[in-house]
């Protein structure tokens, strides 16, 4: 997982494809970020912000009763406990900070799940930026809370709705990359996951990191699997990205009703090439998950790429075992899930039943998120 080559490719996935008015700003992302990564004095203040406002490192938290019950050992990378209850705010912190040293006064985002939307819109009150979120008609109805925390936090919350879509997130991309067009010249595109156009899905892979390589340092060895839930991807790229040169097995867990690294077809939708679903005419289908995260019918090139080569084992899970995941931790250990890591915990429980994982073995799962912003749903679905 080292970096894209020149054209900016994961093997052959990737890329950079713009319109002409957009070239131009994702090359003025590249170099800016290129220089401030390499910039002590910038990797220093965002260091700094990751330790004093999100509150890093995040906790790995040994669940006892719940590997009783699987019989593996259940570690868990508690993202869930970062300012603003997911991982999203590491990578938003990045680009806000290198947004500033671009001398951009506005963050434009899009959200699906409304985390990445409440962590651009924290960044932006932080650092005195203008913010406006574009977010599927339908997940604004799903995810009212964060709606609502996204304008109390200072930001313009922009519903999508398109006649052909279903409202989710790729009517919130398709929104947030038409306002980029108009507003290149004052505003930053900060994008939430390893998606997007070069230099994004390095990028924001570079910026989650963190979780991979804080996880290392805190096993005391290497855990046997490592898992994490995938809809674009940013926290199974950074979780990843500190055990890849290790033996540890990684698996990647979509829903069944998105599952792009398998059911997807070579396509370029968003400015980048990648594993798209789609049908006989090549028309992208909407996904389907009960989490608001992973309903994207695409996934970030580099997980296609890590797929190709062997490295990760990509595999689904359909949202009543979700549900039945989140249960079962959320009962055992206190701790409720995000909807989509309940996907990475539904998979380790149904492995470590059918014996996929060997007793006594030892399993990583990122936590990506708080289960919070979920609570009507799975009320809702759950009785």
Same mark, same amino acid.
């Given at each position: ?96 900070? #290198? $947004?500033?040293? &671009?001398?951009?006064?506005? !963050?434009?985002?899009?959200? %699906? ?15 005195? !930026?203008?913010?406006?979120?574009? &977010? ?38 398709? %929104? ?43 096993? $005391? ?6 898992? $994490? ?7 199974? $790229? ?32 968003? %400015? ?21 995260? #992973? @309903? ?31 249960? #079962? ?37 990122? #936590?990506?998120?708080?289960? @919070? ?11």
């Amino acid at each position: 997982m080292r970096a894209p080559d020149a054209a900016g490719r994961f093997g052959r996935f990737g890329g950079r494809y713009l319109p002409e008015a957009l070239v131009p700003a994702a090359q003025a992302v590249e170099v800016a970020f290129r220089e401030a990564w390499a910039d002590a004095a910038f990797t220093a203040e965002y260091r700094r912000l990751l330790a004093t406002y999100v509150g890093r490192p995040t906790p790995l938290t040994e669940c006892v009763r719940l590997s009783e019950r699987l019989g593996v050992r259940v570690l868990l990378k508690r993202e869930d406990l970062a300012h603003t209850g997911s991982h999203k705010i590491n990578n938003v912190l990045g680009q806000a900070l #290198l $947004a500033r040293r &671009m001398g951009k006064r506005k !963050l434009i985002a899009e959200t %699906g799940a409304g985390q990445h939307g409440v962590a651009t819109a924290t960044a932006a009150a932080l650092l005195g !930026l203008a913010c406006t979120v574009y &977010m599927g008609h339908t997940d604004v109805r799903r995810q009212a809370v964060n709606v609502f925390r996204m304008e109390l936090l200072g930001a313009e919350v922009v519903p999508v709705t398109s006649a052909n879509g279903v409202g989710t997130l790729k009517e919130a991309t398709n %929104g947030a990359l038409r306002a980029w067009v108009n507003e290149t010249d004052h505003a930053h595109y900060c994008i939430g996951s390893t998606m997007g156009p070069h230099p994004y899905p390095w990028m924001v892979r570079e910026f989650q990191r963190v979780i991979g390589d804080e996880a290392r340092a805190q096993c $005391a060895e290497v855990p046997d699997v490592v898992v $994490a839930c995938v809809g674009g991807g940013s926290n199974a $790229a950074g979780t990843f990205a500190g055990f890849v040169d290790t033996p540890a097995r990684l698996v990647g867990v979509e829903a069944a009703g998105g599952a792009a690294v398998d059911k997807g077809k070579p396509g370029v939708l968003h %400015g980048f090439m990648s594993h798209f679903l789609q049908d006989d005419d090549s028309q992208v289908l909407e996904a389907h998950s009960i989490s608001a995260g #992973l @309903d994207y019918p695409g996934v970030g090139p580099e997980h296609v790429h890590l797929a190709e080569t062997g490295r990760v084992r990509y595999t689904s899970v359909t949202d009543e075992q979700a549900l039945r995941a989140l249960k #079962l931790v959320t009962r055992t250990e206190g701790i409720l899930p995000a909807l989509e890591s309940a996907h990475a915990l539904a998979w380790v429980v149904d492995a470590a039943a059918t014996g996929e994982l060997a007793a006594g073995s030892t399993v990583l799962v990122t #936590l990506s998120g708080r289960g @919070d912003k979920d609570i009507q749903q799975i009320r809702e679905h759950l009785g």
